[in-house]
């Protein structure tokens, strides 16, 4: 079975720019969440999907956002970039996000700001 | 939230048991310990979770004290492939859903 599939893996961009992210999750598996990986905050939750629907959302501004697609495919977008949004951006994909179901992560997207 | 407490870092020697020890004091009766670790450069791996009962699989064993206030992961032949940090994540349930919350983990380094 095909793990959870990021990318691009690498990408760089410049201040006030935006960027796309794209994820696609294990096979059947409806829940995708996203995590910003960094070495001061370590990993931080931004957001989950489910059935398209957002049901779930950290702490970071309206910059950062998602979409997911019938297929369960998910898009994170962040506009107007800024130094601070370098980090490793993870994907992370589970049945439907129950208590007792692990998420599994792909290998992230390593986002660096010029 | 339910938080973990885990050493910053462990020492083991290859082909040693290495007993990983977490803290989750406030956890509530209906939230599972999760255990991941992460290889440098490559996404959290899933390595087992629990919720009263010990667990075991293919890569480690989950030890759960019986109120439920810490666990140990045990490897039980650690290689030089452990090499990872590992997180103890005790799942957080909020007005919106459930999240993982991750701390800054274990650095466990296995020495030849």
């Not at chain 2, 407490?5 to 939230?31: F, K, V």
């Not at chain 2, 293919?58 to 290689?79: Q, Y």
């Amino acid at each position: 079975k095909a793990g959870v599939t990021q990318t691009p893996r690498y990408l760089i961009k410049t201040r006030g720019q935006q960027v796309t992210l794209s994820c696609s999750p294990i096979s059947g598996h409806r829940s995708v969440s996203w995590y910003q990986q960094t070495p001061g905050q370590g990993l931080q939750f931004l957001f989950e999907y489910f059935s398209e629907t957002q049901r779930n959302k950290g702490n970071f501004p309206g910059r950062f956002s998602g979409r997911q697609f019938s297929n369960s495919r998910s898009e994170m977008n962040v506009s107007t970039l800024e130094l601070g949004d370098s980090a490793l951006y993870l994907c992370a994909s589970s049945l439907e996000g129950g208590v007792g179901q692990p998420q599994h992560f792909g290998d992230g997207t390593r986002l660096s700001i010029l | 939230d339910a938080k973990t407490t885990q050493p910053p870092s462990m020492d083991c020697a290859e082909g040693r048991a290495a007993n990983l020890p977490c803290n989750h004091s406030t956890i509530s009766g209906n939230e599972y310990v999760y255990w991941y670790r992460q290889i440098h450069s490559q996404g959290p791996q899933y390595i087992i979770h629990g919720l009263k009962n010990n667990e075991t699989n293919e890569m480690a064993s989950l030890i759960i004290t019986e109120d439920r206030k810490s666990s140990t992961l045990i490897l039980p032949h650690a290689t030089l492939r452990d090499t990872a940090v590992y997180y103890c994540i005790v799942r957080v349930v909020n007005n919106y859903g459930q999240n993982f919350v991750f701390g800054p983990g274990t650095r466990l380094s296995v020495l030849p």
